[in-house]
C-alpha cells in the first residue's frame, strides 16, 4: 500500500501547489512542467535500479517501456520550451508531437512482449524485431495523420483534432491490451500487475478526456489538475515496475526450434505501402505535403525491410544454434548405454537408439514402425493398461517389466515413459527410457543370500552352543555306560546306536560352528595339485566300490595358493563327497573328474560330474545352510554352505558354473603375495 499511497499524497501535493500559485501564473506554469516529469523520472529511475533483476521477454517489456518514456520526455520537454521559452500559445503539433505520441506508441507497443507468460529468452531477440516493426508502423501511421497535415495552414484544425484523437486511441488500445492480459494471465501476480496497470490507464484515460476538452475551450494551463492526463499513468506504471516480481532463471534457456514467421512485419509493409500511396491517390494534400509523404513511405519501407532482415537473420542463428542442439542430443541419446524409444500416440515406434537395437536385437529399420506392445514379454502385456492410465492421468509412469528379444528371450528393465505434446497441449509422443536391470536384481539377489545366511549363521551359533552342553553328556554317559561290564548284552546295543547318534549330532555341531566362524586358521602357500592328489587318491578306492572313476587334470609345476591347507582340504573332500553321490545315481560307471589351473585371477580348482546336474529352481539356494537334495538320513545340508564360508574366509570363493553335464563347482584361491 505504500505506493498507492504515495501516489495519492503526490497527487494532492500537486493540486495543493497549483492552488496556492494560482496568482503567479509563470510561477505555476514552470512547477507543473517539472510536476509532470516527476513521474517518467521516478518510473525511469525503477526501471533502472531493476534492470538485473528481469529477463528474456520481462525485461523486454520494461526496457521498451523505459524508452518510450525518455521520448515522451524529450517531448514534453520541447513542448515545455515553446510554451515557456518561445511563449507559444498552442504550440500542438510541433517537432515535439512526434516524440510525445512515440512515448505512447512504445508503452502500447511493450505489451507485446507479454512478460506474463515468462522470460523466454530464446524468444527475446525476435520479439525484439517485432516490437521495433510495431513501433515504425505506428510512428508512420502517426506522421501521416498528424504531423503531414499540421504542414498545411489550412489543415491545422484538422491535425489538432487527429492529434487528441490518435492520442484517445493509444490510450484506448494500451487499456484493452492491459485487460486482456489481465484476464489470461495464468500467475496471480501479473493478473494484480495488469489489473494495476489497467486501472492507472483507465483513470488517465479519463483525465485526459477532460484535458482535451479544456484544450478545446483554450482552458488548459499548466500546473492544474489537468496535469493528472500524464501524471497518474506512470504513476501507476512506476507502482508496478517496482512491485512485480522479478524473473525465475531457468538453469538454461532452451534456443527456439520452431520457425515463426515475421507477420507484424510483413503486415506492417502492407500496411505502409496501401496507407502512404492509397492515401497519395485517394486524399491527395497538395505540394510539398504529398512529396514529403511519398519520402516517408519510401524511407518506412526501407526501415522495415532492414527490420525484416534483421529478424531473418536472429532466426537464423537460433535455428543453427536450435540444429547444434539437436544433434548434439541425438550424439548423446546414440551414446547412452541405456534404450530409448520414440513412440507415436499411436503407438509405432518412431525413433530408437543403438543400445535399444543391441539389447533387443534388431536393426533400426526392423524397430521402426513397428507396435511397442509387440516387444514387451508374456508376463508384461497385462501392465499396457495400467501404462496407459498412469499417462493420462500425470503425464509420467514409471515402473518395471520385461522385454522380449528377437530370439525370445526376455529381460527385466526399468522404465521410465513421459509424454510430449505440442503448443496446444494434445500429446503427440512417448518417450521411454529404459534401462536393463538384470545384474541389478542378481545383485539384489546375492544381498539377500547374505542377508539370509548372516541371520542363519547367528540363529546357528546359538543353537549350537545350546545343543553342545547336553550332547556332552550323553555323549559321556554313553561312554561309560559301554564301559559297564555290568551292561546287558541286550542293552548295549541300544547303547552303542545313542553313542553313534550322538557322534553324529556332534559332527553336525561341529560343521555348525564352522559355517558360522568362517576361521581361515593359519593361512600359508599351498601347493594345491599336492593336496588334490592326496584327496582323490584316499578317495579312490571307496569310488571304486562304488562304480566310479575319479579322474584328474593337474598342471606338472606347482599351483600354489595362500590359504588354510585344513580349510582347502575340507572344501575339497566336500566337493568330492557330493559328485560322488551325484555320480552314483546313475546306471553305468560315473565319473567325478578334477582339474586346476592357475592364471592372473589366482588358482582355481573344477570338481565336476556327470549325474542330474542342478536344476535352475534349487541353483540359488544350494549354498543356503539345511538346504540338501540328499534323504534325510544320508545328509544334513551344511556341506556347501561351510565349504563356502571356509573359502571367503581365505580370501576366495565358490560357485556353481555352467556344464554341460552334471554339475560343476569351482574353488578360486589367492596366489601368494611377493
Request: net charge neutral.
Amino acid at each position: 500500500m505504500g505506493w498507492s499511497w504515495g501516489g495519492l499524497i503526490y497527487v494532492a501535493l500537486h493540486s495543493l501547489a497549483g492552488w496556492l500559485l494560482a496568482g503567479q501564473p509563470v510561477a505555476r506554469a514552470w512547477f507543473g512542467s517539472i510536476a509532470i516529469l516527476v513521474p517518467p523520472a521516478l518510473l525511469a529511475g525503477v526501471i533502472v535500479s531493476r534492470r538485473r533483476e528481469w529477463l528474456g521477454c520481462q525485461w523486454l517489456f520494461w526496457a521498451t517501456i523505459a524508452v518510450g518514456t525518455l521520448l515522451w520526455t524529450i517531448g514534453h520537454i520541447g513542448w515545455t520550451i515553446d510554451v515557456l521559452v518561445f511563449e507559444r500559445a498552442f504550440p500542438w503539433p510541433a517537432w515535439h508531437t512526434l516524440f510525445s505520441l512515440s512515448g505512447g506508441a512504445a508503452l502500447v507497443v511493450a505489451i507485446l512482449a507479454a512478460p506474463h507468460r515468462g522470460s523466454r529468452e530464446s524468444a527475446a531477440p525476435t520479439l525484439a524485431i517485432d516490437i521495433a516493426g510495431s513501433a515504425i508502423l505506428l510512428l508512420y501511421l502517426l506522421a501521416c495523420f498528424v504531423l503531414l497535415p499540421s504542414l498545411m495552414p489550412d489543415l491545422q484544425d484538422v491535425a489538432r483534432r487527429t492529434l487528441a484523437v490518435a492520442t484517445q486511441a493509444l490510450r484506448f488500445v494500451l487499456l484493452a491490451g492491459l485487460v486482456w492480459f489481465a484476464i489470461r494471465a495464468g500467475s496471480r501476480e501479473w493478473q494484480v500487475a495488469y489489473a494495476r496497470l489497467a486501472g492507472a490507464v483507465a483513470l488517465g484515460f479519463i483525465a485526459r478526456v477532460v484535458t482535451g476538452l479544456a484544450i478545446e475551450r483554450d482552458a488548459y494551463r499548466l500546473g492544474t489538475p489537468y496535469d493528472l492526463a500524464w501524471i497518474v499513468p506512470y504513476l501507476g506504471f512506476s507502482w508496478v515496475a517496482a512491485t512485480v516480481p522479478a524473473s525465475i532463471e531457468a538453469a538454461r534457456s532452451e534456443p527456439e526450434t520452431t520457425v515463426r514467421l515475421p507477420h507484424l512485419t510483413f503486415a506492417s509493409v502492407t500496411i505502409v505501402l496501401l496507407v502512404g500511396y492509397g492515401a497519395h491517390v485517394a486524399f491527395p494534400l497538395g505540394a510539398p505535403a504529398d512529396g514529403f509523404r511519398d519520402l516517408l513511405t519510401a524511407v518506412t519501407v526501407l526501415a522495415l525491410g532492414a527490420v525484416l532482415a534483421a529478424r531473418f537473420g536472429v532466426q537464423h542463428a537460433q535455428l543453427r544454434e536450435a540444429g547444434a542442439r539437436v544433434r548434439l542430443l541425438a550424439a548423446a541419446m546414440q551414446q547412452t548405454g541405456d534404450m530409448i524409444l520414440i513412440v507415436r500416440k499411436d503407438g509405432l515406434i518412431e525413433e530408437v537408439n543403438d543400445a535399444c537395437c543391441r539389447m533387443l536385437g534388431y536393426a533400426r529399420a526392423e524397430l521402426i514402425g513397428r507396435r511397442m506392445d509387440s516387444l514387451l514379454g508374456p508376463d508384461s502385456a497385462r501392465l499396457q493398461e495400467s501404462i496407459r492410465a498412469g499417462l493420462r492421468k500425470d503425464g509420467a509412469w514409471r515402473g518395471t517389466f520385461e522385454r522380449q528379444r528377437q530370439d525370445g528371450q526376455t529381460f527385466p528393465v526399468a522404465c521410465a515413459i513421459v509424454t510430449l505434446g505440442d503448443r496446444l497441449g494434445r500429446v503427440t509422443h512417448y518417450v521411454g527410457v529404459e534401462r536393463d536391470v538384470t545384474e541389478d536384481l542378481r545383485v539384489r539377489d546375492r544381498l539377500i543370500q547374505t542377508e539370509r545366511l548372516s541371520a542363519i549363521g547367528e540363529l546357528a551359533a546359538g543353537v549350537a552352543h545350546e545343543i553342545n552342553n547336553p550332547l556332552q553328556t550323553i555323549l559321556g554317559r554313553s561312554e561309560l555306560l559301554l564301559a559297564d561290564p555290568d551292561l546287558k548284552i541286550a542293552r548295549r546295543g541300544d547303547v552303542e546306536a545313542v553313542r553313534q547318534e550322538a557322534t553324529r549330532v556332534a559332527q553336525i555341531v561341529r560343521n555348525l560352528l564352522s559355517f558360522v566362524r568362517r576361521s581361515s586358521g593359519d593361512r600359508a602357500p599351498v601347493d594345491l595339485c599336492e593336496v588334490v592328489r592326496s584327496l582323490t587318491s584316499l578317495r579312490a578306492y571307496p569310488a571304486r566300490q562304488e562304480n566310479l572313476v575319479i579322474e584328474t587334470s593337474l598342471p606338472d609345476e606347482p599351483l600354489v595358493a595362500q590359504a588354510s591347507r585344513d580349510g582347502i582340504q575340507q572344501i575339497l573332500i566336500n566337493l568330492l563327497l557330493n559328485a560322488e553321490h551325484a555320480a552314483r545315481d546313475f546306471p553305468g560307471q560315473g565319473t567325478v573328474s578334477v582339474r586346476a589351473w592357475g592364471d592372473a585371477e589366482g588358482v582355481h580348482v573344477e570338481v565336476a560330474d556327470d549325474g542330474p546336474g542342478v536344476s535352475p529352481e534349487i541353483r540359488e539356494r544350494i549354498f543356503e545352510p539345511f538346504f540338501t537334495t540328499k534323504p534325510f538320513e544320508e545328509g544334513t545340508g551344511l556341506g556347501l554352505s561351510t565349504a563356502m564360508g571356509i573359502a571367503h574366509s581365505n580370501g576366495g570363493r565358490i560357485e556353481l558354473v555352467p556344464s554341460p553335464r552334471g554339475a560343476c563347482f569351482r574353488l578360486t584361491l589367492p596366489k601368494p603375495v611377493d
